[in-house]
């Protein structure tokens, strides 16, 4: 767990704030007007809130933006004895959006973001005003839901990776190890900018993982996807109906290699058929890494024009 205080080279100047709600030692930033729209940015697979950096300072003059980080990632706590699938993260967000009272929320989601965010949506579709998902899935157990899925695995170096280390039985061994290698994690599911390599970045990403009991955050989303513990939210039809009914934009990075556009997009197309969808040439997976300036400038018309 990262300290409080860290800014890592003032790269990430944000105070930090901290709940119990969940049930563990959550940590989140929360900067802007308390009255202005409510942003909640949610990471997934193996970052923090550091991803959402340039995107709170775009935001935080006209709106409130809320990013926590997970149970087992970035300042949050590791709690032992805790299981780490998506349903898990689901119940803590729901608890942390509860105990904030957050609503009229437009969520922003990436990587594992995306299915987490939208179970909370299912949970608490009067809590939600507008869904950004970012090279972040939005299942939601649609028709075709694992015949999408199982064709993206078949062309993900990352799910593919996966599943090859849980059945040799070394998946809990590398990842327990994510502070060491980070860096060859994060370029597998794929960033194309490769001047963001400095001491500082990997050192930010490295830190929440400097033990292999302090990785089971991200041990636990690796291994969910490999033996099928995940378990996605499905609405009512009341809830659907209301989902639908939000204004949605879509931002895809197309050199993404975990997450391919062909095979995710479209189950946010079924979702909402009348959304936008931006596709960025030559940006990969991490794209709020890659493009951060261009998906602030996408996410702030989106704001405006909603």
Aim: charged share 20%; net charge negative.
């Amino acid at each position: 767990m990262i300290q409080s205080e860290e800014t890592f080279d003032n790269t990430f100047p944000y105070a930090s704030h901290f709940t119990e709600a969940p049930g563990f030692r959550m940590h989140y930033v929360d900067e802007g007007p308390r009255a202005g729209q409510v942003i909640l940015c949610l990471h997934g697979e193996p970052t923090w809130g550091y991803l959402f950096r340039h995107m709170i300072a775009a935001l935080r003059g006209t709106h409130r933006v809320v990013v926590p980080d997970h149970m087992g990632f970035g300042k949050s706590a590791t709690p032992e004895g805790r299981s780490y699938w998506l349903q898990d993260h689901i119940d803590n967000l729901e608890r942390f959006v509860l105990a904030l009272d957050l609503r009229g929320i437009t969520l922003v989601m990436h990587d594992f973001g995306g299915p987490v965010g939208m179970g909370l949506a299912a949970r608490h579709p009067d809590r939600i005003r507008r869904i950004v998902s970012a090279n972040g899935p939005t299942p939601f157990g649609q028709a075709d839901l694992v015949e999408r899925w199982m064709a993206n695995v078949q062309v993900s170096p990352w799910f593919q990776w996966i599943r090859k280390a849980e059945a040799e039985g070394r998946l809990e061994t590398v990842l327990g190890e994510l502070g060491f290698n980070i860096l060859s994690t994060l370029k597998l599911n794929g960033f194309e900018n490769h001047a963001l390599i400095t001491d500082i970045w990997l050192q930010a990403y490295g830190a929440p993982f400097t033990s292999s009991a302090e990785c089971a955050g991200a041990i636990g989303w690796a291994k969910g996807v490999a033996t099928g513990a995940h378990r996605f939210e499905v609405p009512d039809a009341q809830a659907m109906r209301e989902i639908q009914s939000k204004p949605a934009l879509a931002i895809w990075g197309l050199a993404d290699r975990t997450l391919h556009a062909e095979h995710c997009l479209p189950l946010f197309s079924a979702l909402f058929p009348y959304a936008s969808v931006h596709k960025l040439t030559g940006v990969g997976h991490y794209c709020l890494e890659d493009a951060p300036d261009i998906i602030a400038a996408h996410v702030t018309a989106f704001l405006q024009y909603t």
